[in-house]
Nanobody, 121 residues
């Protein structure tokens, strides 16, 4: 199983980016999906998660109202729409998966390779 994240880049503060994660598992809708991030010198932290059918989602407090996680099960893809970006959002963003919605938020079983997001002030 592979999780291939893309869409990172360099953006000015206040700008927007959309991250995508293409997943290779055959039963994509059986997996809760999510995003973590790791800033330089800091530990990885939970960003957002969405359950298998897309009806439930959760975002960390610092990104609420600015980031939105979504998924397209027909395309085996999960997205993270990021707007009003701040320099403190600078990090490597990782796509993650787990068959359990609660567990994907704390201990994902699958990790992608990460995509760099850099927000300049």
């Amino acid at each position: 199983v592979q999780l291939q994240a893309s869409g990172g880049g360099l953006v000015q503060a206040g700008g927007s980016l959309r991250l995508s994660c293409a997943a290779s598992m055959r039963t994509f809708s059986s997996y809760a999906m999510g995003w973590f991030r790791q800033a330089p010198g800091k530990e990885r932290e939970f960003v957002a998660a969405i359950n298998g059918n897309g009806y439930m989602s959760r975002h960390r407090d610092s990104v609420k109202g600015r980031f939105t996680v979504s998924r397209d099960n027909a395309k085996n893809t999960v997205y993270l729409q990021m707007s009003s970006l701040k320099p403190e959002d600078t990090a490597v963003y990782y796509c993650v998966a787990h068959t359990n919605y609660a567990r994907v938020q704390v201990a994902p079983s699958l990790w992608g390779q990460g995509t760099q997001v850099t927000v300049s002030s």
